[in-house]
């Protein structure tokens, strides 16, 4: 086979690996992307059940405190009835006592709710906005999500087409060339590099100025020293 044409299939093969490079590239991106989307969408998700969790946790003091006040009513209720009902002055002021001791508590547990209403309407405040930033991030990702999937399938079509190609073009090359480009293919390296500024495209090591002149006259097949590309 003439030099001229392995040159124009090695510049081919060049050109093949990189349109290739680019779309495993391309498909490694949309890979993150989709994890990120993911990873954003259990994140929401968890925060709003976390704020659904506050509230929760919120109205079960509230209903705590409800029934601690209903006790503490009923017992300065019955102890008022005791009250009017006792003749001597030491038991009355004894009831008198425990009377405010339970005032006390009614007016601690009444502040006590108050305050957390305060907190519950927060919570609840909570749970609508992490419920709308869940809801409109969904959507976000439906829509996002829905592009990467059909670039995905583009890029798994070019993808087949470019391997296939490049069955073809390394079938057209001399056998040993074709086996050690399959090799470097094989080790996940770019088989074919160009010259560039006397240094190989791939390792950007320098070549020597007689390889280089080789290479540019087309005189002969040319491996880079140091990385054993092929070089055009």
Do not use: W
């Not at 705590?64 to 009513?73: A, F, K, N």
């Not at 001791?101 to 007016?107: A, G, I, Y």
């Not at 240094?199 to 070549?207: E, I, R, S, T």
């Amino acid at each position: 086979m003439e030099l001229k044409v392995v040159y124009a299939i090695l510049a081919e093969v060049l050109a093949l690996e990189e349109r290739l490079a680019a779309a495993r590239d391309a498909r490694a991106r949309h890979t993150r992307r989709d994890d990120h989307l993911g990873a954003l969408g259990r994140e929401l998700a968890a925060d709003a059940e976390a704020a659904r969790q506050a509230v929760d946790e919120a109205n079960a003091v509230l209903r705590r405190l409800d029934r601690e006040l209903r006790e503490v009513e009923l017992g300065i209720a019955s102890r008022q009835e005791r009250l009017a009902a006792v003749a001597d002055a030491r038991q009355a002021v004894a009831v008198r006592l425990e009377v405010e001791t339970l005032e006390r508590r009614k007016q601690s547990l009444e502040a006590e709710a108050l305050g957390l209403l305060g907190t519950l309407e927060a919570a609840e405040a909570a749970v609508d906005e992490a419920d709308s930033d869940a809801g409109r991030q969904s959507a976000r990702s439906r829509t996002e999500l829905s592009g990467l999937a059909e670039a995905a399938d583009r890029g798994a079509a070019a993808l087949a087409a470019g391997e296939q190609e490049m069955v073809r073009l390394l079938g057209l090359l001399p056998e040993d060339l074709a086996r050690h480009l399959r090799r470097l293919q094989a080790r996940g390296d770019q088989s074919v590099a160009p010259v560039r500024s006397g240094a190989c495209g791939g390792c950007f090591g320098q070549l020597p100025a007689v390889l280089v002149a080789e290479v540019e006259r087309r005189r002969s097949l040319v491996r880079c020293p140091g990385c054993g590309r092929a070089v055009i």
